[in-house]
Each structure stands twice: as structure tokens, then as C-alpha cells.
């Protein structure tokens, strides 16, 4: 069999208008955006990917100073290549590697070579341990609405609905965006608790809204009403007051979405959190989060993957939750996002208060081509 080499690498920017604004304790999300990359075989196989964030600087990167790394190249070599592209990022740009493009090129590469050898990703990965998930819905953002009852009772709602179809729900705090505090994040939480009851899993989320002294009030609230993690207390780069907040605090921490590869060596080393959380779109790509898994893995640390992005991302993700063991869950974010449920023929969707994990060969995503288009940025 004469070798396959990657012919084409391209970038595709796609934007969405949301149904309405949202916030969260960093800012208020008007638009979604993601950047789709689209790896082309000699024998015609595509393979797809994704980057978080802006399309903007994202497509250039890809197209520019990371696709003539992987031109030419056997698809299937994608751990070599994705240390490749790591060192080309870094020599590149020396005080940052551009994670979110790598990830897209190297999910891409993952795509492809499941598809060439005929198996799902995840058997590459290391092997399916099940074929469907249990989901925990992201959502619950800050509406665009006056006065803090009006803010509280639409959250509520729309967490009492989630928790009755789906039993597990996540909630912002840092209401601080909307010039409150820490005391009335306490009491969203409250109120959300007492609507849903003892039984429904709630997570709770700051997105780094708090300082350390901010964090361990909130966090020791938290312990009394029953939180499965507190996640992103403090910002990424205080490790330590994560492991401070770990030390102190009986509820779970929770991290990860922010951080670099090598910065999860730090996480782990100083016991910083009790659920690892990288996303596969940001942390350059699946094979950099299945070594993140292991590391996880031997210090009993459970991972699961932070999840925001398209059908793509959701798909990845699903393939490297495939071969976690202990009981993942899976982040199913359900605030506006039409390139979740449009870009895919079949969208991802709870049955029984499951989601299936695609066992077709490669990521098992099959993009629409005709919202693809309608889509583009
Ligand atoms: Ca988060």
C-alpha cells in the first residue's frame, strides 16, 4: 500500500449570533465563534477539528505557520506531529504556543486517522471503555434583565427544567458583572438548590470571579448546600490558591479550562484539584489531553474535559471520555450556540438521561455542508 500524506490543511471561520445575551463573571457572550479545520488525505479522506475563540488570528495561524508543518506528513503519525507543531508554536511565538489553533489541527489529524484505519478515535486513544455518557448541562448564565429577583428567578427556572430532564446542572457565579457580590452568588445558589432538590447533581462555576479570601467564603457556603465541585474559584495562575482552597475547603475544586499542558504538571504536583478539567479545543488537541487523562489518572484525580464548542468539539471530546475510566461526565452546554446542534447532520442529543458515544470510524461527526456555508465567518 503506497503511504498516505496530508494534501490540504484549511481553516474555516464560523460565527453565530446567540438568541440573547448571557453573562458569566468575565463577560457577556454575544456571538459564538469557533475556527473548524478540515485535513484532506492523497486518497481524499477528511478529517476535521476545532479551535476555540476567536476566527480572527485563529485561520491565519492554522493556514500559516502550522499546516506547512504537516503537509506531506503520514496523518497517521499524529503524536509526533503534534509535538512538532508544539515546538514550531514555541519557536514561533517564544512566550506563548497557540494551543487553540494546534488543537484544531491535531483533533483534525485524530478524525483522519480513525477514518483511514476504519475505527472510532477513541479506539486509537487507548480503547472505548463505554459507548454513552452521563451529562451535566452548562448553562444557567446571568440574563440581560433589571434586579437581582427577576435575575434569580429565570436561573432558577431554567436550572429547575434541566434538573427535572437531566438531573445534574451547572451554575454561574461572579455576580459581580451585574454589580452585586459574593452574597447574592451564595444565594442564587441556595435558591437554586431548594428548586431542585436533594437528588439533582448542581456544580457550581466563577470562571476566576473571586480572590482567595472572596473564594473560601463563597466555598465554605457552598459545602452546606451540597456542591459536586466548585469550579475556577481563583484565577489559573494561582495554583497555589487553588491547593490553599483544597487544603481548606470540603467541597471538591474544580479546574483546568485555562491551563496549558505543563501548567497541569503544577495542578497535579501541588494537589491543586480535585477534578481536571482541559478542554480538547484549547489545550492543542486530543493527544496532549489523553496524556493530561493518564497523569490524572495515576493521582486519582478524575478528569472531565471542559466542553463549550460545536458539534466537532462535543464529538472529540466524546471520544477521549470513551476511554476515561472511573464515571465521567460529560459538560453539556446548552446556552445559545446554533453551531452545536447545526453544523452536524445528527446533533448531539440526552436519551435517558444519556449521551451516545459514536462508534463510526473517526470522531463519527458528519458535517452539513449547506449550514457549513451558512455558517462561515
Ligand atoms: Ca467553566
Given at each position: ?18 438568541d440573547?445575551?448571557?453573562g458569566y463573571?468575565q463577560?457577556?457572550?454575544r456571538?459564538?465563534?469557533?475556527t ?5 488525505a492523497?486518497?481524499g479522506?477528511?478529517g476535521w ?23 506531506g506528513e503520514?496523518p497517521?503519525?499524529?503524536?509526533r ?7 514550531v ?17 491535531d483533533?483534525a ?8 484505519q ?9 480503547g472505548?471503555?463505554?459507548?454513552s ?6 448553562g444557567?448564565y446571568?440574563k ?13 427556572a431554567e436550572a429547575?427544567?434541566n ?5 445534574a446542572v ?10 452585586y ?5 451564595v444565594e442564587?445558589?441556595?435558591?437554586v438548590r431548594?428548586?431542585?432538590g ?7 462555576d466563577?470562571?476566576y470571579?473571586?480572590d482567595?479570601r472572596d473564594a ?7 459545602e452546606s448546600?451540597?456542591v459536586?465541585?466548585?469550579e475556577e ?5 494561582d495554583v497555589e490558591?487553588y491547593a ?13 479550562e ?9 495542578l497535579?504536583?501541588?494537589h491543586a484539584?480535585?477534578?481536571a478539567q482541559?478542554?480538547?479545543?484549547i489545550?492543542g488537541g486530543?493527544?496532549?489531553?489523553r496524556?493530561?487523562?493518564r ?12 466542553v463549550?464548542g ?5 464529538g ?11 464515571r ?13 446542534s447545526?453544523?452536524a ?19 463519527g461527526?458528519e458535517?452539513?455542508?449547506?449550514a457549513l456555508?451558512?455558517y462561515r465567518?
Amino acid at each position: 500500500m503506497t503511504e498516505v500524506t496530508v494534501d490540504a490543511v484549511e481553516a474555516v471561520g464560523v460565527r453565530a449570533p446567540v438568541d440573547e445575551p448571557f453573562g458569566y463573571s468575565q463577560a457577556w457572550v454575544r456571538e459564538r465563534t469557533a475556527t473548524l479545520v478540515r485535513v484532506e488525505a492523497s486518497d481524499g479522506t477528511v478529517g476535521w477539528g476545532e479551535c476555540w475563540g476567536p476566527v480572527e488570528g485563529t485561520v491565519e495561524t492554522v493556514e500559516s505557520v502550522l499546516a506547512p508543518h504537516v503537509v506531506g506528513e503520514n496523518p497517521l503519525d499524529v503524536e509526533r506531529l503534534y509535538d512538532r507543531l508544539y515546538d514550531v508554536g514555541r519557536a514561533t511565538y517564544q512566550t506563548i504556543v497557540p494551543l487553540p489553533a494546534i488543537s484544531g489541527v491535531d483533533v483534525a489529524l485524530w478524525d483522519l486517522a480513525g477514518k483511514l484505519q476504519g475505527v472510532s478515535t477513541a479506539t486509537l486513544l487507548g480503547g472505548r471503555r463505554r459507548e454513552s455518557v452521563r451529562p451535566y448541562v452548562t448553562g444557567h448564565y446571568f440574563k440581560p434583565v433589571d434586579g437581582i429577583e427577576r435575575q434569580y428567578d429565570r436561573i432558577v427556572a431554567e436550572a429547575r427544567a434541566n434538573a427535572d430532564e437531566l438531573g445534574a446542572v451547572k451554575l454561574k457565579v461572579g455576580l459581580e458583572l451585574l454589580g452585586y457580590g459574593p452574597e447574592e452568588d451564595v444565594e442564587l445558589v441556595r435558591r437554586v438548590r431548594e428548586a431542585v432538590g436533594p437528588e439533582t447533581t448542581v456544580m457550581v462555576d466563577a470562571n476566576y470571579a473571586y480572590d482567595r479570601r472572596d473564594a473560601r467564603r463563597v466555598g465554605r457556603e457552598l459545602e452546606s448546600l451540597d456542591v459536586e465541585w466548585f469550579e475556577e474559584p481563583v484565577r489559573p495562575e494561582d495554583v497555589e490558591g487553588y491547593a490553599h482552597l483544597r487544603e481548606t475547603l470540603d467541597v471538591p475544586v474544580a479546574g483546568g479550562e485555562c491551563h496549558a499542558p505543563f501548567e497541569f504538571d503544577r495542578l497535579f504536583e501541588a494537589h491543586a484539584v480535585d477534578v481536571a478539567q482541559p478542554d480538547v479545543c484549547i489545550v492543542g488537541g486530543l493527544t496532549p489531553a489523553r496524556r493530561i487523562a493518564r497523569r490524572a489518572r495515576d493521582r486519582g484525580v478524575p478528569l472531565v474535559p471542559h466542553v463549550w464548542g460545536t458539534a466537532v468539539c462535543l464529538g472529540a471530546s466524546l471520544q477521549l471520555i470513551a476511554t476515561l475510566d472511573g464515571r465521567p461526565w460529560l459538560e453539556f452546554d446548552r446556552s445559545s450556540n446554533p453551531l452545536r446542534s447545526a453544523l452536524a447532520v445528527e446533533p448531539f442529543a440526552a436519551e435517558d438521561g444519556r449521551v451516545s458515544i459514536p462508534d463510526a470510524p473517526g470522531l463519527g461527526v458528519e458535517l452539513d455542508a449547506e449550514a457549513l456555508a451558512r455558517y462561515r465567518a
